[in-house]
Every structure is written in C-alpha cells, then in structure tokens.
C-alpha cells in the first residue's frame, strides 16, 4: 500500500530537548516536505526536499532541520524545541514537486511544555 | 506574493443541501488550484486539481470546483451533501515558482442530519 508514515503520532516533551520526527515514504517519490497546521492559519511550509541531499526551506524554517540522505527518508529535526513550536506537523511527499498531487502522512502532535 | 483566503471558517448544513465553499487567491503568475480534504484524525487527501484546459473539474465524490482567473477564485461546490463529507477543506495554490503549496487556512463543513 502506498503511504507516507510518520512516528511518532504523539508526542509531549520539554522545552529544550532534541526530538526527532520521522517520515518515510514507499512510493519512490522525489519531492518531499514538511508543513506545520495551527488553528486559522492552515498549513505552513517548513522544509522541502527536491532530491536526495537536496533540500530547502519553506516559510517557517527557524528552530527546525531537516536532512534527506536516502530518498525514502525525511526526518524533521527540532534541535532546541520550544512551546512555540507545539504544533499538528504533516510529512508529504509526491511525484516530483508541489503540483503533483501530494500524499500527506496521519500527523503529528506535538506539545512542546 | 501569493495568498489564498476562504472565506468560510465554519460551514454548516444539513444533508442532502448543496453547498459552496469559496476560495479566492492573489498571485502575479498563472497558477495551478488545488483542493484538499482532511477527515478527523487524518492527513490531507487531494480532492480536485486545476492545472490547465477546461475551467471546471470535478472529482470522482461528486465535488465540483471552477476556476474563474477573472475573479480569482476556485470556489468548491456539491449539490447534494453526505454526513460523510463533514471534514475539513483546504484550498491551495501551486504553480508560483516556490516549489510550495500556499494553503487557506480551511473551511470546516459540518453535514448535520
């Protein structure tokens, strides 16, 4: 089955702590991208990746990295998080870039206290 | 630069009505329209897509949507909503050359029996 997954689902932590976020995807897809979802603001774009080894930042990058080494993989990076950053973040993933219909992961919820 | 604005925080109606969610954006180029579905709990699914041609376009769930460059809207509409259909929809636009999708910040549609 085509899917893009994320792990984890859930997640409470503390300010300050590194956490990782993962996303994988099985459809051999080369765009991928991270978008954070905040009531009344819709999804804001964080980072995209167009290749392997080749990524960018969207319009919320500050307090996030993220690195594409394989093409499966895109795990988002939250060296120092902050409550700031407590957000419903979205792993996607398509075909070759943003006009191609992209293939969202389940979310995760992030409650950074 | 672009921006997408539904109009519509919150929709709702009963079933069997018809229903319009509207969606107008601002951008410089020619650009691609897209709207995205997202039930409780999941990530967003790709609803209907305009790329080029005919200035209608429909999905296979009985959704409809029309591109209209005048106005620069893309406005969604069913004739006959289901309980099913009570998600939330987001309307984006691609296309602009920032290898991003912008989003609205989604209408709500609430189908009450």
């Known amino acids: 089955e085509a899917q893009v997954t994320q792990n984890p689902r859930y997640l409470i932590t503390v300010t300050g702590k590194k956490l990782t976020v993962t996303c994988s995807q099985n459809?051999?897809?080369?765009?991928m991208s991270w978008y954070r979802q905040d009531p009344g603001l819709g999804l804001r774009q964080i980072y995209y990746s167009m290749n392997v080894e080749v990524t960018d930042k969207g319009d919320v990058p500050e307090g996030y990295k993220v690195s594409r080494k394989e093409k499966r993989n895109f795990p988002l990076i939250l060296e120092s998080p902050s409550p700031n950053q407590t957000s419903l973040y979205f792993c996607a993933s398509s075909l070759d870039g943003e006009n191609q219909p992209q293939h969202f992961g389940d979310g995760t919820r992030l409650s950074i206290l | 630069a672009q921006s997408v604005t539904q109009l519509d925080s919150q929709v709702p109606v009963f079933e069997e009505a018809p229903v319009e969610l509207r969606c107008n954006y601002s951008?410089?180029?020619?650009?691609?329209l897209f709207w995205y579905v997202q039930y409780p709990n999941q990530g967003l699914q790709l609803l209907l897509k305009?790329?080029?041609?005919?200035?209608l376009v429909e999905s296979i769930n009985g959704f409809e949507a029309e591109f209209n460059k005048s106005q620069t809207s893309f406005h969604l509409r069913k004739p006959s909503v289901h309980i099913s259909d009570t998600a939330e929809y987001f309307c984006a636009v691609g296309g602009t050359g920032r290898r991003a999708l912008t989003f609205g910040s989604g209408t709500r549609l609430q189908v009450q029996p």
């Open positions: 951008s410089s180029v020619s650009v691609y």
């Open positions: 459809m051999n897809h080369e765009y």
């Open positions: 305009y790329l080029s041609g005919s200035t």
